[in-house]
């Protein structure tokens, strides 16, 4: 047992890296670790199951850390409990240039950090993707080789963010019972104190969305450790409410909001050091406190090791799949399977929607990738990410492969990071392109991790018709394809949508957005090819019948727009020839030849998309034709509304015989 005295001086130990560290930096957010010290010190010494030497341990427990300005907790947890990467020197360097110790946890920059959070609320929500993972996992491979817990620390912001509300509402539904959150229940927010702008009764709140919620003393050791065991025994999630003083021991600011965001100064941590007799120099830990934190964090060799015992035991299939998944890797089959779907489709030449062509291949790809996991977003029937495989996720079977998530974009794109960064699934999710805007931040944060979610976002333009300008994705588009490190794919038919949905699952380190219509599409890839061409980004897809005097870029459902405008152009005696674009960032890697020859030399160039010009000048230059949407859409048939707009194969022909007659 750890004696009262030993447990403040280890929490103190936290306290003072973190004081130190955000004092040389002269940047960062001290108080949240002198606040949550001793919930920190409770949980990896008594609890989390975790080893500093085999940090990505399959069977380990979560923690995660989001409220992400608190990071010194966290640098000054995997220092003290002795992962090799984080060392004295890193924790000197804290939001420095080049150091693993960034401003907030940055997934894949240090070990034993989980996820990347900052963003408020978005660790809570990945962890409900983490929690379930777990669970699914756990349906597949059984207790003995998936069986762990994910711990969360949220600040008053997390619960403020409304995706909170979408998590932990997921979470309550679908009984998460291994999902344990501490509330930093400090009452102190940046501009003072919390209840100038909120008085929720935050254990009520989640008592209602079907938690486990309670108080406690968060500076009690004794009452930390009841609470986390009762925690464990629960059958639903569980909140504990962690009564705090952040900035807690600094004698003037401790409970303010001076404490929350900079550097306490000098006499402010000379009165800290006092009020816990704490006399070792900056950055330096007495040796017996070291000694107890690396004991700590060795204690989780043991059951690291019987793990890797019960694993070695199992059945060879099981095993030799569970090990695969874990590594991320698709079934031998994978390409065979996808070649052969492609060669049907070039034969019966379907004329579906992109959406319905997307259902099509995942009822190919579900059927040969048993890790993948699908969902909606309250939109299953117009999304059509559900198929044959996928039985729906509940509370009593969590042994299938569809999730529910109601109408909560926000929380559905971050539980799909959690449960892609948990590991061994493979998460796609869906709404309509429009709402992209309330997935957003997630989806962002995918882009920054490096890490496969694939979000699937249908009824993608106009043309989903009359329900009007508040659901018309216009610019959304163009705002997605701004977002570093993440593949927008415009599918124009099924062979495309085959090609994008491969070259998603096969991506290991960006994230996919596949943009889908409404409306029915021709199959204008009728001849099959062994290439994946939609992995160029770009390709000529019909060529000029001479020297090409118009070139037509396109994407999804204007390619078709474009194609008629290629007979029209060709019939006048104008050599045109189309390029589909199904992924701009695609075709920014390939080679310059590759690139120049694409775009090609031809003296017009027009692309046609129904969203916004942005983006595409890099292709037409900022002399090309622009066939497309300047403003919102509006309410209409789709019949009415493509001629409305301009949006079609005689407006595009005619705008490219002006410019030709001009020259």
């Known amino acids: 047992m750890t004696s009262r005295e030993q447990h403040d001086r280890m929490a103190n130990a936290i306290r003072f890296l973190a004081m130190d560290a955000v004092e040389k930096a002269q940047s960062g957010h001290p108080g949240l670790p002198m606040g949550c010290a001793d919930i920190a010190t409770v949980l990896f010494t008594k609890f989390l199951k975790y080893d500093p030497k085999n940090p990505h341990w399959p069977d380990r427990d979560r923690f995660i850390l989001s409220a992400g300005h608190g990071s010194m907790l966290l640098y000054s947890l995997l220092h003290l409990t002795g992962y090799e990467d984080m060392t004295i020197d890193q924790i000197k360097h804290f939001r420095q240039l080049g150091s693993k110790t960034a401003g907030h946890p940055e997934y894949g920059h240090a070990t034993g950090i989980e996820t990347t959070t900052g963003p408020l609320g978005q660790g809570l929500a990945n962890s409900v993707g983490f929690a379930l993972g777990e669970r699914i996992m756990n349906a597949a491979f059984g207790n003995d080789l998936v069986d762990h817990y994910t711990y969360v620390l949220a600040g008053d912001g997390c619960l403020m963010e409304g995706v909170s509300q979408e998590a932990i509402a997921l979470a309550g539904h679908l009984k998460l019972n291994k999902l344990i959150v501490f509330w930093d229940n400090n009452n102190i927010s940046i501009d003072g104190p919390v209840s100038l702008a909120d008085n929720t009764d935050q254990v009520a709140r989640f008592q209602a969305s079907g938690w486990n919620a309670s108080h406690i003393d968060g500076t009690d050791p004794e009452a930390i450790a009841y609470a986390i065991e009762a925690a464990r025994h629960s059958d639903k999630p569980t909140m504990i409410a962690c009564k705090t003083t952040i900035g807690f021991g600094a004698p003037t600011k401790a409970g303010t909001n001076k404490a929350h965001g900079s550097p306490l100064g000098a006499d402010e941590i000379a009165g800290a050091r006092k009020f816990f007799n704490w006399d070792s120099p900056p950055f330096e830990i007495p040796a017996d406190i070291l000694d107890a934190w690396r004991t700590a964090g060795k204690a989780g060799a043991k059951p690291r090791t019987d793990w890797e015992g019960r694993l070695a035991k199992a059945k060879p299939e099981l095993k030799a799949e569970f090990e695969r998944r874990l590594a991320g890797k698709l079934p031998s089959n994978f390409d065979a399977v996808i070649a052969d779907y492609k060669k049907k489709l070039s034969a019966d030449k379907p004329k579906v929607a992109t959406r319905k062509s997307s259902e099509m291949a995942l009822e190919v790809i579900n059927g040969a990738v048993p890790e993948t996991i699908g969902g909606s977003a309250d939109l299953t029937g117009s999304n059509n990410t559900k198929t044959s495989q996928t ?49 957003r931040p997630s989806m962002r944060l995918a882009s920054l991790m490096g890490i496969r979610s694939i979000f699937v976002m249908t009824h993608d333009s106009i043309g989903l018709g009359e329900d009007g300008p508040t659901h018309q994705p216009v610019e959304h588009l163009a705002a997605l394809r701004a977002i570093p490190n993440h593949n927008v794919f415009r599918p124009a038919d099924a062979v495309e949508t085959a090609e994008c949905w491969q070259i998603a699952i096969e991506t290991e380190k960006t994230p996919s957005t596949l943009a889908l219509t409404r409306q029915n599409l021709p199959t204008v890839r009728t001849e099959y090819s062994a290439k994946n061409l939609s992995s160029q980004g770009a390709y000529e897809l019909a060529a000029a019948s001479g020297d090409a005097a118009v070139t037509i870029f396109a994407t999804g459902s204007e390619v078709e727009v ?64 622009f066939v497309g949407m300047h403003g919102f859409g509006a309410s209409g048939t789709i019949e009415q509304l493509y001629p409305h707009f301009g949006i079609t194969a005689e407006a595009a022909a005619k705008a490219a015989e002006a410019r030709l007659h001009s020259k």
């Not at 509370?395 to 998530?405: A, E, K, L």
């Not at 405008?565 to 890697?589: I, M, N, W, Y």
């Not at 030849?593 to 030399?601: N, Q």
Request: charged share 20%; hydrophobic share 35%; with cysteine.
């Open 562 to 625: 474009a194609l008629g405008a290629r007979d029209l152009l060709e019939k006048h005696g104008h050599p045109t020839r189309v390029v589909s674009v199904p992924c701009f960032e695609l075709f920014d890697q390939q080679s310059d030849a590759y690139r120049k020859k694409t775009i090609g030399d031809a003296p017009i160039k027009m692309a046609i998309e129904a969203g916004i010009r942005q983006g595409w000048d890099h292709l037409i230059g900022s002399d090309g034709i």
């Open 391 to 439: 039985k729906n996720i509940t509370p009593d079977d969590y042994g299938q492969r569809y999730v529910h998530y109601g109408i909560r974009e926000h929380g559905m794109a971050a539980a799909l990071n959690g449960l892609t960064l948990h590991g061994g699934l493979i998460a796609y999710g869906g709404t309509f392109m429009c709402f992209s805007d309330y997935a």
